[in-house]
């Protein structure tokens, strides 16, 4: 069956330091993946998506994910965090045209002052 | 409209009611979805349009969910006869073409609460 795993139920990060919320998927075909953002209260926001070609992704908000097909990650990064980061952030995989993505159960960043 | 747009945003419901929730995607575009998202989890699928065309319904979890969108723009999905498991955020979402190569849109949904 097709599945997105996000390890991690939350993050703790401090304010300025690098942050990574982790993704991997099982699907069969070349995926197209994706991360999406949620405040509380707020639909989803598109931060980044990943179809084909260079497999380090620049998204908002001075995030980025690689694409490792070996290891069938899609981890989110970002270099130095800031406390407006704090938020839901969901892993999404489509398996092919014209079909629905499907979400991993998101994991809670905090980023503290 | 600039964005996706969802109504009402919240709605209180007797056990037994039907519900009727309406979507407003953005101008143009082909792609429409549903999705459930219980407290505390992930997106999950229920239906997508392509168009006024319903090419997947199969993540509506009973009979008693319903979705349409007659011409193609505005999308309403009912619930009838709701349950308190029903009790949860409705989002829709849109994408300019039928690939979904784009990103999709999602409206802030609607809380629905089952009572």
């Known amino acids: 069956a097709q599945s997105v795993a996000q390890p991690e139920d939350q993050v703790n990060v401090a304010e300025g330091n690098p942050l990574t919320v982790k993704c991997t998927y099982s699907?069969?075909?070349?995926?197209?993946l994706f991360w999406y953002v949620q405040y509380p209260n707020r639909g989803l926001q598109f931060l980044l998506k990943?179809?084909?070609?260079?497999?380090l992704v620049k998204g908002s908000y001075g995030f980025e994910a690689e694409f490792n097909k070996s290891q069938t990650s899609f981890h989110l990064k970002k270099p130095s965090a800031l406390v407006s980061d704090s938020a839901l952030y969901f892993c999404?995989?489509?398996?092919?045209?014209?079909?629905?993505?499907?979400f991993g159960k998101g994991t809670t960043l905090s980023v503290s002052s | 409209g600039a964005g996706v747009s969802q109504s009402p945003r919240y709605k209180v419901a007797k056990r037994g009611q039907d519900v009727a929730l309406r979507c407003d995607p953005i101008?143009?575009?082909?792609?429409l979805f549903w999705y459930q998202q219980a407290l505390g989890q992930g997106p999950e699928f229920l239906t997508y349009?392509?168009?006024?065309?319903?090419?997947?319904k199969s993540g509506l979890p009973s009979d008693r969910f319903f979705a349409e969108r007659p011409e193609g723009s505005v999308s309403t999905l009912k619930i009838q006869r709701t349950q308190q498991e029903d009790s949860a955020v409705y989002l829709c979402?849109?994408?300019?073409?039928?690939?979904?190569?784009?990103?999709?849109?999602f409206g802030s949904g609607t809380r629905l609460t089952v009572v």
């Open positions: 101008s143009g575009h082909v792609s």
């Open positions: 349009f392509q168009n006024e065309a319903q090419l997947d």
């Open positions: 699907v069969s075909g070349n995926p197209y």
């Open positions: 990943y179809i084909t070609g260079d497999n």
């Open positions: 999404a995989v489509r398996v092919k045209a014209g079909t629905a993505l499907i």
């Open positions: 979402a849109s994408s300019p073409g039928g690939q979904g190569q784009s990103g999709y849109t």
